[in-house]
């Protein structure tokens, strides 16, 4: 087999799904830069099942991780949208009878 080093671990030429550079992408389809956005926000948004840097550390050693992205590249997200929070919760507490919200339509 004449396989590179980078097509072996999955690397290879394509265009970024992120930002749409064409070069060498990952199995994701990023490049290496949106790559690393993307772990940054893991990290920043705690979202430790699926970032690679979280892996196997303990959470003061995760929050340690956490404090340092955010200094060095700072706390808003490069990559991914925001979480929102749900708003189903608060439909479904406004429809279960609150006498005094159905009192003000």
Not at 10 to 19: F, H, K, L, N, P
């Amino acid at each position: 087999m004449d396989k590179s080093n980078d097509e072996e671990w999955g690397m290879y030429d394509s265009q970024c799904v992120a930002c749409d550079v064409y070069g060498r992408v990952n199995d994701l389809g990023l490049c290496m830069d949106c790559a690393d956005k993307l772990e940054r926000d893991l990290v920043r948004e705690r979202d430790w099942e699926y970032s690679a840097s979280g892996f196997l550390l303990s959470d003061k050693d995760r929050e340690e991780l956490r404090q340092q992205i955010i200094r060095e590249h700072g706390k808003n997200l490069e990559l991914i949208e925001p979480r929102r929070k749900s708003r189903r919760k608060k439909r479904l507490s406004f429809s279960h009878g609150d006498a005094s919200r159905q009192s003000k339509r």
